[in-house]
């Protein structure tokens, strides 16, 4: 298992926690299929990941949207800051993706998964996500107590 439910931060909204426990059964059934078209290579494997990555993708831009449009609602000051973490997230999502599709090379996926999506995802619920939820839930952020 990549990323193991216990060790992601919990939030001040069940919504959030909620999408981010999907993401990590997510990202974990995505990288098993890695490791199996590791260790066998194949169409039908091939053909999984693709299609797991598709759904991967479209999940996460629902995951976003979904804050994003919360963040609008509230008048949530760091929102663009956000925003800009969030987009710079599916871009480097469609990069790898991209770079998989035209090189078929298991390692462009394998590298992504171990060495920059646990950490990026962590820190961002850490971060941004736990920052996020507490303005939803008090309507105040941390970012503008003295």
């Known amino acids: 298992m ?22 990590v059964e997510i990202i974990n059934s995505l990288f098993e ?5 590791e260790n066998v290579f194949s169409d039908e494997n091939i053909l999984a ?18 804050e994003e449009i919360k963040m609008e609602e509230m008048r949530f000051a760091p929102y663009p800051f956000h925003k800009m ?11 790898i ?11 462009v996926l394998k590298v992504y ?13 850490a971060g941004m996500d736990t920052v996020t939820a507490m303005f939803f839930k008090i309507g105040i952020s941390p970012c503008s107590m003295r």
């Not at 193991?4 to 426990?21: G, Q, T």
């Not at 299929?33 to 078209?37: E, G, H, N, V």
């Not at 973490?85 to 990069?95: F, I, R, S």
């Not at 998989?100 to 298991?106: A, C, G, V, Y």
Request: aromatic content about 12%; charged content about 30%.
């Open 2 to 23: 990549l990323i193991e439910k216990n060790d992601i931060p919990i939030v001040a909204m069940d919504f959030m926690n909620s999408v981010h426990f999907e993401d």
């Open 33 to 37: 299929l890695i490791l199996r078209c």
């Open 49 to 66: 990941i693709d299609e797991a990555f598709t759904q991967w993708i479209v999940h996460t831009k629902e995951h976003f949207r979904g």
């Open 85 to 95: 973490e969030h987009d710079n997230a599916l871009g480097l999502m469609d990069e």
């Open 97 to 107: 993706f991209k770079e998989w599709r035209q090189s078929r090379d298991i390692m």
């Open 113 to 125: 998964f171990i060495e920059e999506l646990p950490q990026w995802f962590t820190q961002h619920i």
